[in-house]
């Protein structure tokens, strides 16, 4: 399993969240979830990150372990122009 996956399961686990409900509230397939829980793969786009990191009111870089980045203030600028970019090419 890789460390997103853990990291996704545990979150998840704890919020007493199930794969059923964390697809409905995001709209991300359950398969896709299941995967990446599974180490299978890892979510390809930053938005799918992110759209994880609001429901779970966590950094994007949480579910990859690195907590301390959470509240960089260049980090928030940089994650802030990442998802911009990401919806003007949609």
Request: some cysteine; proline content about 3%; glycine content about 4%.
């Amino acid at each position: 399993m890789s460390e997103f996956g853990e990291n996704l399961k545990k979150l998840r686990e704890k919020k007493n969240i199930r794969v059923s409900m964390l697809a409905d509230m995001t709209g991300i397939a359950r398969r896709t979830i299941y995967d990446w829980e599974k180490g299978k793969c890892i979510p390809a786009s930053f938005s799918s990150r992110k759209l994880l990191a609001d429901v779970f009111h966590v950094s994007p870089f949480y579910f990859d372990g690195d907590t301390a980045l959470q509240e960089d203030p260049v980090i928030k600028n940089i994650l802030e122009r990442i998802e911009k970019l990401e919806n003007t090419t949609k």
